[in-house]
């Protein structure tokens, strides 16, 4: 089974901004890295589509430094496991392999936060994010009535995309009020100029689409699909009719791969020094994983990883004073997007709460904590492995549902199997 | 001109661009309804991302497959609803 292991000095989880510039940084050193993604694509969520289009903008940039560079490349490569100190089992479609690094980098990501509420399980209600990766890969909206309905500044970008596909963007409901909204817009300049012009241009592409600040979605109506949605604000609670309600409070760190690591996480993020290296000495984290940021701040984190891995830290330079103001804006963020108390409770004893096995907030709450809950519902044991009602769980009820188990991904059994060196000859 | 290819949801046949996910597919054969839930109820893609499992579907006869995932290829055979 040699051919199906391979040993490389800096191995880079995840081929989104983070991963691409850790592996563009590493390999510039001169170290043999490899850049592996679970999906088909290079770039990540945020970057879907650039690649198949020749890349565009910053995607192009570092997708043929990342090529210049020489970095080897694994798509639909998606770690599994960690069998062995300085090994990872991942799945592929030749099968199982096996990888050895000297120097890991974890730049895996975020996934949407989702809240539940009466009908968040109707087919047509959709996470933000999530609707932009499919639209970025041609999903159908044109003519589609939607309303956005959560928090962040990703809710300006969503719309002017659900637009350009031909959306009719009824209403953009933003949970934080105008008095924190405009507080953040105050402490933006000194922080990020660049944002500015972004969210101008946001702006701009929206006129016409009203924007509710301090209203939020509290239940989905529709027989087999949704059909309408009630919003509610300090002013009163109305409903509207839409083929689309895309949904999200923001972003949550991907952690299992960390800690199945047994690297240290704080306050649902992964914690690193400032050369991204984590409480285990050569695993670097860098991106989402230590707290939401975005792009820029992706970026920046992957560079200094991958110095960092490669042993030339020196070389990170001026991205440490980069990284500091990415981090200020990162707060800045998490103070002005806080979730009121009112959208993390709006489930009804009747919603389910975790998808992948319908339990129910009445189901859970007869329990003291995610671990009773687990044994007794199976509330995060579907194939999600509770990635969804995690978040959910957490913000609801308090409860810390982290997981570190392998594997960290659904997987064939025979992924499983397949690296056991036992002899395995006859048939039945 | 873009390169496109075949498969067939649900036994109808439908032609996409070479590089569209499954889920897109579906989309713009008009279903909504991907998989059913324990309980159930009829549910669609969620996070896009391939982490939530809720876009299922059984590919080639293989059941669970991310549809969000999976790009399709000729002669692919997708059913939904199961």
């Known amino acids: ?53 020749g890349g565009t903008g910053s995607a192009k940039r570092w997708l043929a430094r990342l090529q210049a560079a020489g970095a080897a490349v694994a798509r639909q490569t998606a770690v599994v496991a960690a069998p062995a100190p300085g090994i990872l089992l991942a799945e592929s479609p ?5 990888i050895g690094w000297e120097r890991l980098i974890l730049t895996i990501g975020a996934r949407e936060l989702f809240l539940p509420f009466p009908g968040w399980t109707l087919p047509g209600v959709v996470g933000i994010g999530g609707l932009q990766v499919l639209v970025k890969g041609g999903w159908p909206l044109a003519g589609k009535r939607i309303v956005i309905a959560g928090s962040g500044p990703l809710l300006f970008a969503a719309a002017a995309e659900y637009r350009a596909a031909g959306a009719d963007v ?47 979605a509290v239940s989905a109506q529709g027989a087999d699909r949704l059909e309408g949605v009630t919003l509610r604000n300090a002013r009163g609670t109305w409903t509207e009719r839409c083929d689309v309600l895309a949904t999200g409070f923001g972003f949550l760190p991907n952690l299992e791969l960390p800690r199945l690591l047994g690297c240290r996480t704080e306050n649902g993020a992964a914690v690193v020094d400032d050369r991204q290296e984590s409480s285990q000495a050569g695993i670097f984290i860098a991106g989402e994983p230590t707290g939401i940021g975005g792009e820029g701040r992706a970026l920046v984190e992957g560079l200094i990883a991958g110095f960092a891995a490669a042993g030339r830290p020196e070389r990170a330079g001026r991205l440490r004073r980069k990284r500091r103001r990415a981090l200020a804006f990162s707060r800045a963020m998490d103070r002005a997007f806080a979730l009121r108390d009112e959208v993390r409770d709006l489930a009804s004893p009747e919603t389910p709460v975790c ?49 570190n188990r392998p594997p960290v991904f659904p997987v064939s059994i025979g992924t499983l199997r397949e690296p056991d060196p036992g002899p395995s000859v006859d048939s039945e | ?41 009829p549910r ?39």
């Open chain 1, 94 to 98: 030749e099968g199982p392999r096996e």
């Open chain 1, 170 to 216: 009824v209403l953009i409901a933003e949970q934080t009020d105008w008095a924190r909204l405009v507080r953040f817009g105050l402490s933006l300049p000194p922080l990020a100029p660049g944002k500015i012009l972004q969210a101008a241009k946001y702006q701009a592409a929206l006129i016409g689409v009203p924007y509710r600040a301090g209203s939020w």
């Open chain 2, 44 to 82: 669609g893609p969620l996070c896009g991302m391939g982490v939530c499992f809720e876009c299922s579907v059984t590919i080639d006869g293989r059941p669970h497959c991310r549809s969000c995932q999976t790009l399709c290829a000729d002669g692919m055979e997708v059913r939904t609803d199961e």
């Open chain 2, 1 to 41: 001109m873009t390169e496109t290819v075949s498969l067939t949801i649900n036994g109808r046949p439908i032609r996409v661009p070479s590089g569209t996910v499954v889920a897109v597919a579906l989309a713009l054969a008009g279903e909504s309804r991907f998989r059913r839930s324990v309980a159930g109820h």
């Open chain 1, 355 to 403: 998808r992948c096995e319908d339990v129910t907030r009445g189901d859970l709450e007869k329990y003291g904590g995610w671990r009773a809950a687990k044994l007794h519902t199976r509330c995060g044991m579907g194939p999600c492995q509770g990635r969804i009602c995690g978040g959910a769980v957490e913000k609801l009820f308090g409860w810390d549902a982290a997981s």
């Open chain 1, 1 to 53: 089974m040699s051919d199906a292991r391979s040993r490389f000095e800096v191995v880079v989880v995840g081929a989104g901004p983070a991963g691409l510039a850790a592996a563009v940084a590493a390999a510039e050193c001169g170290r043999r890295t490899l850049v592996l993604d679970a999906t088909p694509w290079l770039g990540g969520q945020i970057w879907r589509g650039r690649e198949a289009k």
